[in-house]
């Protein structure tokens, strides 16, 4: 599979405005803070086709980029951003509970969190709603650059079982700074979307 080139085509902020076709989705979502745009942005090669914000929350509509003219790359707003107003927050879960009404349309889920800390509520939360939806999917633990060699296998092991992960959904790090596992993501990306 290519991953290049890739263009920003579309920002939804309701349902009626969700692209729907046949090409494979695959469906990236994690906190406001987790890294969601840098890491799609290193698989990409690119340094700003997602928007890399100053602070967080800026992801606030679902954006469809293609990629190879033959995938999308769906980025779901991010979540759980205190100063997030609460109309905001609430416009979130309507956006989100519109998103996954339509399982067919996600052909995977890949969920982001923070690699340094064990996952929050609204982390199971969206591990749950990828659940529901029967796609393959993949946990991707964010900020491998940030952590000692030896904490990494004891925090992989906390979110594998915060997340109550079964064996066969794979957990891997990566760094978007460091380039860390994006040959590893692109390999499981491609062997869903192009096997």
């Known amino acids: 599979m290519r991953f290049e080139p890739a263009i920003f085509v579309k920002s939804a902020g309701r349902k009626a405005d969700f692209i729907r076709d046949d090409r494979p989705c695959v469906v990236f979502s994690g906190k406001s803070n987790v890294g969601k745009s840098s890491v799609i942005n290193c698989l990409l090669n690119r340094k700003n086709l997602a928007r890399v914000g100053s602070a967080p929350g800026k992801t606030t509509n679902v954006n469809y980029f293609l990629v190879a003219d033959r995938v999308w790359f769906v980025d779901l707003p991010g979540y759980g951003y205190a100063k997030v107003p609460m109309n905001e927050r609430e416009r979130w879960g309507k956006l989100m509970e519109d998103f996954?009404?339509?399982?067919?349309?996600?052909?995977?889920g890949v969920q982001i969190v923070d690699g340094r800390h064990a996952p929050t509520e609204l982390d199971v939360m969206m591990n749950e709603l990828f659940a529901g939806c029967g796609c393959p999917r993949i946990v991707v633990a964010n900020k491998h650059d940030k952590l000692k060699a030896s904490e990494r296998e004891p925090n992989l092991a906390r979110i594998r079982d915060t997340l109550a992960l079964p064996e066969d959904v794979p957990l891997m790090y990566f760094s978007a700074e460091k380039r860390t596992g994006r040959d590893e993501l692109r390999a499981r990306i491609a062997e869903v979307v192009d096997p």
Do not use: H
């Open 100 to 108: 996954f009404s339509d399982p067919s349309r996600i052909t995977m």
